[in-house]
Structures are given as structure tokens and as C-alpha cells.
């Protein structure tokens, strides 16, 4: 599978999650500037490719890519953190051993990680999915 395939899929399962809206969502290098400003809640998406190995060789070369998906979750600074705990939470639902049968293309466990108060006006929690593509 590609750089390129598994970036699609990524962008495809979160643009399926209707959990906050899909303007609300920061993919990356998107052609438009993101601007959070007047958001209630919103969304940060990365795909951090891992190492890749080649455990078959057979015929030829069975390539296996790993990586994490990193949706960094943010609501303004003390205005509470159950809007931001539930979108974690649903998040996990949503991507958790997903598996793309195109590929294949399969989640593991997600994370959380509370970063709290980034010094902007936004209270962050990151969810962190491994996976691993063929």
C-alpha cells in the first residue's frame, strides 16, 4: 500500500466521523488557511508514518507500513472539558480496530493524551491510532 492509499483512507474514516462538523476539522496542508476562531470545538488531523518492514519476500516483496494517526482535539480554555472528553471518546469508537479491507489497512488501540491549556485559548486532548497497512 502507498503513502498516498493510506493517506485516502485516513482522510476518507475521518471525514466519516460525524462527531464535530467536517469544517471544523484541520486536515493537513489543506489549500485553505484554518481559522478555529468562533468554534466551539475542533480538529487537528495528522498521519505520522512509522517504520516500514518487508516480513514475506516470497515472489517478491510484501511491504508493511506502520504509523499513527494523530487527532488533536481542542475547546476553548475554561469552558470545561466534557464536549472535548466526548468527541475523544467517540473518536476511539470510530477508529478503533477499524480495518479497510481495500488494502488491508487495520487500526489498534487508540490513546488519549490530555496537553491541557496550549496557551492559545484552547484546552487540547490528542488521540493517538496505530496501524498498520500491506
Not at 483512507?9 to 481559522?35: C, E, H, K, L, T
Not at 512509522?50 to 511491504?63: H, R, T
Not at 470545561?80 to 488491508?104: C, R, W
Request: proline share 8%; glycine share 10%; charged share 15%.
Amino acid at each position: 500500500m502507498t503513502f498516498e492509499q493510506i493517506r485516502g483512507i485516513v482522510i476518507g474514516r475521518m471525514n466519516a466521523w460525524a462527531g464535530i462538523p467536517s469544517s471544523a476539522v484541520d486536515y493537513p496542508n489543506s489549500p485553505q488557511p484554518f481559522d478555529p476562531s468562533g468554534k466551539t470545538i475542533w480538529a487537528r488531523l495528522a498521519d505520522v508514518p512509522g517504520l516500514s518492514s518487508a516480513p514475506e519476500v516470497g515472489i517478491g516483496p510484501c511491504v508493511r507500513r506502520t504509523g499513527v494517526i494523530v487527532i488533536q482535539i481542542f475547546v476553548p480554555t475554561y469552558e470545561g472539558t466534557l464536549a472535548i472528553t466526548k468527541a475523544a471518546d467517540a473518536l476511539v469508537e470510530h477508529f478503533e480496530y477499524y480495518s479497510d479491507s481495500s488494502g488491508p489497512f487495520d487500526c489498534f488501540s487508540a490513546s488519549a493524551q490530555v496537553v491541557g491549556d496550549d496557551g492559545l485559548g484552547w484546552y487540547q486532548v490528542n488521540v493517538r491510532i496505530p496501524y498498520r497497512a500491506y
